[in-house]
């Protein structure tokens, strides 16, 4: 259910979960690739507007199921590309 | 059907069916262990006195499942245990019923106790499996968050949040990843590389 099937061409994945899935009121959908990741967070807020302060600026991301550190200046050019399943990761709540 | 990951002396599952005690303490189980302790969490009926109708649980379960392996792993190493199992139950879990049990075996119980309680701990600021809680009526759902039981993000919420007070006002610096209930980030990964 979490991972969604393989986007189009040209598209990459992005999964919603808890607060951002009910923010977004969807659980993924396929956005244009390349995109960098520096630019995610705004692309998001154009589509979603507010989400960035009431629900991004708390939310970790990953791609491919590895964390990327979105604050850290290193990570600035890393650049989202086809294909690639990117996941924005809510403060968690299990137990 | 429970998705897992068996590696060596690891056990680690999601669920949608209901947790038994049983299976997974087998699973740890060992004529080299003296000690099994198993914690069991189970769902309250209130969130701060407040009626808690039901809860449930979604996850980003591979992403999940590489993070209580690398948990299980690094503790298995750390308090040399014998096994750990850990499995948590996704979808709606009524009330008073266990959404999550860990199992520890070592051949002695001391290191059984600690290595239980510190998985405990680590899952809840790790594993990325989210608790909504259903208040019922015309308040709707919850997203909680483990952070020092912060009253989490309203759904329906559409008007804007005023910052929080400071001793010197309100709080405007941008949060930082580790001090909204997230761990640091750390790249966990199934080498169990993530030592203190």
Same mark, same amino acid.
């Given at each position: 259910?979490?991972?969604?099937?393989?986007?189009?061409?040209?598209?990459?994945?992005?999964?919603?979960?808890?607060?951002?899935?009910?923010?977004?009121a969807?659980d993924?959908?396929?956005?244009?690739?390349?995109?960098?990741?520096?630019k995610?967070?705004?692309?998001?807020?154009?589509?979603?507007?507010?989400?960035?302060?009431?629900?991004?600026?708390?939310?970790?991301?990953?791609?491919?199921?590895?964390?990327?550190?979105?604050?850290?200046?290193?990570?600035?050019?890393?650049?989202?590309?086809?294909?690639?399943?990117?996941?924005?990761?809510?403060?968690?709540?299990?137990? | 059907?429970?998705?897992?990951?068996?590696?060596?002396?690891?056990?680690?599952?999601?669920?949608?069916d209901?947790?038994?005690?049983?299976?997974?303490?087998?699973?740890?189980?060992?004529?080299?262990?003296?000690?099994?302790?198993?914690?069991?969490?189970?769902?309250?009926?209130?969130?701060?006195?407040?009626?808690v109708?039901?809860?449930?649980?979604?996850?980003?379960?591979?992403?999940?499942?590489?993070?209580?392996?690398?948990?299980?792993?690094?503790l298995?190493?750390?308090?040399?245990?014998?096994?750990?199992?850990?499995?948590?139950?996704?979808?709606?879990?009524?009330?008073?019923?266990?959404?999550?049990?860990?199992?520890?075996?070592?051949?002695?119980?001391?290191?059984?106790?600690?290595? +239980?309680?510190?998985?405990?701990?680590?899952?809840?600021?790790?594993?990325?499996?989210?608790?909504?809680?259903?208040?019922?009526?015309?308040?709707?759902?919850?997203?909680r968050?483990?952070?020092?039981?912060?009253?989490?993000?309203?759904?329906?919420?559409?008007?804007?949040?005023?910052?929080?007070? +400071?001793?010197?006002?309100?709080?405007?610096?941008?949060?930082?990843?580790?001090?909204?209930?997230?761990?640091?980030?750390?790249?966990?990964n199934?080498?169990?590389?993530?030592k203190?």
């Amino acid at each position: 259910m979490s991972t969604a099937s393989k986007p189009p061409a040209g598209h990459f994945t992005i999964l919603y979960f808890a607060s951002a899935s009910s923010y977004t009121a969807r659980d993924s959908e396929n956005l244009p690739a390349p995109l960098p990741v520096s630019k995610l967070f705004e692309v998001l807020e154009v589509k979603y507007s507010g989400i960035k302060p009431k629900i991004l600026d708390s939310c970790l991301l990953t791609i491919n199921l590895e964390y990327v550190d979105v604050t850290d200046d290193s990570a600035s050019d890393v650049v989202i590309k086809e294909c690639d399943e990117v996941a924005i990761i809510p403060p968690v709540s299990s137990g | 059907m429970a998705r897992e990951i068996v590696d060596q002396h690891c056990y680690v599952a999601l669920t949608d069916d209901p947790l038994d005690a049983k299976s997974i303490m087998d699973r740890v189980r060992s004529p080299k262990a003296g000690a099994i302790v198993l914690f069991a969490g189970t769902t309250r009926d209130n969130f701060g006195g407040k009626p808690v109708k039901e809860l449930q649980y979604t996850s980003y379960e591979p992403r999940a499942l590489q993070t209580m392996t690398a948990i299980c792993k690094s503790l298995l190493e750390k308090h040399s245990l014998t096994a750990i199992a850990m499995i948590h139950r996704l979808g709606v879990v009524p009330i008073g019923e266990e959404s999550i049990l860990i199992a520890v075996s070592s051949p002695h119980r001391q290191a059984a106790w600690r290595a +239980g309680e510190e998985a405990l701990e680590e899952c809840k600021s790790k594993v990325e499996v989210w608790k909504k809680e259903e208040f019922g009526g015309e308040e709707g759902g919850i997203w909680r968050a483990n952070r020092d039981g912060a009253a989490g993000v309203r759904i329906d919420s559409g008007d804007k949040k005023e910052p929080a007070e +400071g001793p010197h006002g309100p709080i405007l610096r941008p949060g930082r990843p580790g001090e909204k209930g997230h761990g640091p980030v750390v790249h966990l990964n199934t080498a169990g590389e993530n030592k203190p």
